[in-house]
């Protein structure tokens, strides 16, 4: 099983560590966190712990298999819910389990001790999304049961997603230190504890493969799942670049899509708070220059988050201080069939 994946699923194996200075620390037992982060490019995994320490400890690179992958986890409204015994997904969660696996080991020998168990975010998510099937996170948790580890779920079902998942915008915010209650056991309704200031944001995902773009709803946090505009996108990556000999067209492609994140009116009722990039290319001086242009035309001034948090990891770091707040709810199952179009006019 393993080695089938490993051929079709993931060109490097923990062979691609990038390691903070900060040395994670052995504990006795898991009084931490631990976060991974899927991306379209890569897997991630960091470790939160109580002490308010979050650290990154490494990546997974995974190939054109691990990307079409999750473009069906996170924008294909027909991806079928998985169930025990199914072949007809199977070459999919091999994918995952290869995934999961790779993290843990990693993440292992960083810790020296095993990993226990983990929450996981996805990549940005489509306009519409499954509803009321938990179509994928059947699949997760069979991943990470088959991989040693329990599957830990974060966020509750609701009308909005559909499904107990974290998503790029959950993972980003609160890999910046926002959005999240204080301290981190007063829960996801902030009782007993206090809630930062809310605040509208504008993420930009940059990969080698795929571009995310999303600008969230107002009187947003971390445990919320609503948001605005259109934020994967395949054929956007920064390797497209040389799609064309002309690099302007892709240029062009971009800003169109940027636009495309804003309201038909071009016109917000309310003002973005905070600017986010990551991924592997969130450094990109065009890009940067690119978002720039198309916020002024709109009107928009977002403070740029420039706070030293390392744009690959950042989605780690949040689900990890997830993990480590373990704000978990007793999923109920819900028999609504269909689906739900997440996009909301701008009040």
Known sequence: MRSHSKSSALCCILACFQFQS????????QDYGIGFQFTP???????????????????????????????KLCVDTRYMRYSEGDTTLEADRLILVEMVHSLAELAA????????????????????????????????????????????PIITWDAAMGEPLIFAENAIVAGHGFGLCQPYTAGSE????????????????????????TRTSRQWSAYQSW?????????????????????EHYWDAVRQRLIKSFPPTGHLSYNMTKLVFYGD??????????????LQAFGQEPKLIDD???????????????????????IETRYVRGLVDQTKPDM
């Open 190 to 213: 902030c009782k007993n504890g206090t809630r930062a200031p809310y605040d509208v944001f504008y993420l930009i995902g940059y990969f080698q493969n795929e571009l995310e773009i």
């Open 109 to 152: 020998a960083r810790l020296g001790e095993p990993v226990k168990a983990a929450a996981v975010s996805l990549p940005a998510h489509n306009r519409v999304h499954h509803y009321g099937e938990f179509a994928v996170a059947p699949i997760l948790r069979n991943a990470f049961e088959t991989a040693g580890l329990e599957y830990l």
């Open 41 to 71: 490019a890569y897997g991630s995994v960091a470790v939160s712990y109580e002490n308010g320490s979050n650290v990154a400890l490494g990546r997974v690179n995974g190939d054109k298999a691990w990307h079409n992958l999750m473009f």
């Open 308 to 330: 030293g948090i390392d744009p690959v990891y950042a989605g780690a770091l949040g689900v990890a201080d997830f993990a480590k707040r373990r704000p978990y709810f007793d």
């Open 227 to 247: 948001w605005y505009g259109y934020p994967s996108e395949q054929h956007l990556g920064r390797d497209s670049k040389h799609d064309n000999p002309d690099e």
């Open 281 to 294: 290319h969130a450094g990109d001086p065009r890009l940067r220059l690119e978002v720039a242009k198309v």
């Open 22 to 29: 900060i040395t994670a620390q052995v504990t006795e037992s």
